[in-house]
């Protein structure tokens, strides 16, 4: 088991950055895959990157080259560094783990 809190989402302007941070309740060393999923209003949930245990990363098309997945193990926290913010990144963003373990969701909003 393992709590996921989210945290750093906001309201930026378009063009502008924000660093997304997800505390986990213990150790995150031994959990293989962690990643970062976003859900617009009327949309289903999708995925925006994940991150190995042994650092490989993956990116959905939309936000390669302008979002930055990364973990330290050290402070149980993972991190979703997003740059040049399109408003078509406003979302409900959620921090997952592997085994199904789910933050409670951080709001972005990006106004044009």
């Known amino acids: 088991q393992v709590q996921l809190v989210e945290s750093g989402g906001g309201l930026v302007q378009a063009g502008g950055s924000l660093r997304l941070s997800c505390a986990a309740s213990?150790?995150?060393?031994?959990?293989?895959?962690m990643g970062w999923y976003r859900q617009a209003p009327g949309k289903q949930r999708e995925l925006v990157a994940t991150?190995?245990?042994?650092?490989?990363?993956r990116y959905a098309d939309p936000v390669k080259g302008r979002f930055t997945i990364s973990r330290d193990n050290a402070k149980n926290t993972m991190y979703l560094q997003m740059n040049s913010l399109k408003p078509e990144d406003t979302a409900v963003y959620y921090c997952?783990?592997?085994?199904?373990?789910w933050g409670q969701g951080t709001q972005v909003t990006v106004s044009s």
């Open positions: 991150i190995s245990r042994g650092g490989n990363t």
């Open positions: 997952y783990a592997l085994g199904d373990f």
């Open positions: 213990r150790s995150i060393f031994s959990i293989n895959v």
